[in-house]
């Protein structure tokens, strides 16, 4: 098991080998495993990237982002500007329902509400707004219809997580009520962790996914 001091030597070292991160001016406090980050970024992309990097970091078991998006001048845009650059980022997007999504901009933070079939579906308008010029963050209010049994869903998420992750799928507890999926159980990296959430999050039918995982190192 590492020690705190060794998962943020390795948590810094990954931030600083990421040609997508400027670690400069980024804080990095360990826990008990948990890694908090603080500081101030240049783009909203740049944030998801940091946060990606700490979750490929063996031994974290936990995230807090304490990260703020200060724009540069030349990233800055007006929420007109944002809006109609967010519409045309779904609109280009082969993998979004465009029709079904609504976008608002509010100093230069993105909201983003509507109705889609499929969890990869709003997984995907949220990928197609992170990297725009502007944005400061991005709350994703998109909901998932349910069109498929408690008992179906279930069955094909514990059929995924076999197929996927099966040391993991044999300690994990799957609840589901209506579209709504409740994992329970230990897992051994973030990892791990992330590939159980997705799975569950794919099958047909989910609206949410409740993570009452524990990563268990």
């Known amino acids: 098991m590492k020690t705190d001091n060794q998962i ?30 603080t500081g101030h970024l240049d783009t909203f992309a740049e944030k998801h990237a940091v946060e990606r990097a700490v979750r490929r970091v063996a031994g974290v078991r ?6 703020d998006v200060k724009l ?21 997007s082969s993998l979004v329902p465009d029709e079904h999504i609504k976008v608002e901009v509010e100093d230069g933070w993105v ?3 509507g109705e889609v079939d499929w969890g990869y579906q709003l997984a995907s308008a949220e990928q197609s707004i992170r990297p725009l010029v502007g944005v400061r963050g991005l709350t994703n ?7 498929a049994s408690s008992k179906l869903i279930g069955e094909e998420i514990s059929a995924a997580l076999q197929r996927q992750a099966e040391r993991e799928a044999k300690h994990l507890d799957i609840e589901v009520e209506g579209g709504v999926v409740t994992l329970k159980g230990k897992v051994h990296s973030m990892s791990e962790h992330d590939a159980a959430i997705g799975a569950a999050f794919a099958a047909r039918g989910v609206t949410r996914v409740i993570d009452k995982l524990e990563i268990s190192v």
């Open 141 to 147: 209010r998109i909901t998932i219809k349910s069109r």
């Open 8 to 37: 943020k030597a390795d948590v810094m070292a990954e931030l600083a080998w990421d040609a997508a991160i400027n670690p400069i001016g980024i804080g990095v406090i360990v826990k008990n495993g948990v890694v908090t980050l």
């Open 62 to 67: 936990g995230i807090a982002l304490e990260l």
């Open 111 to 113: 909201t983003l509400t």
């Open 72 to 92: 540069s001048a030349a990233h800055k845009r007006s929420d007109s500007e944002i809006a109609q650059a967010a519409s045309s980022a779904l609109r280009w």
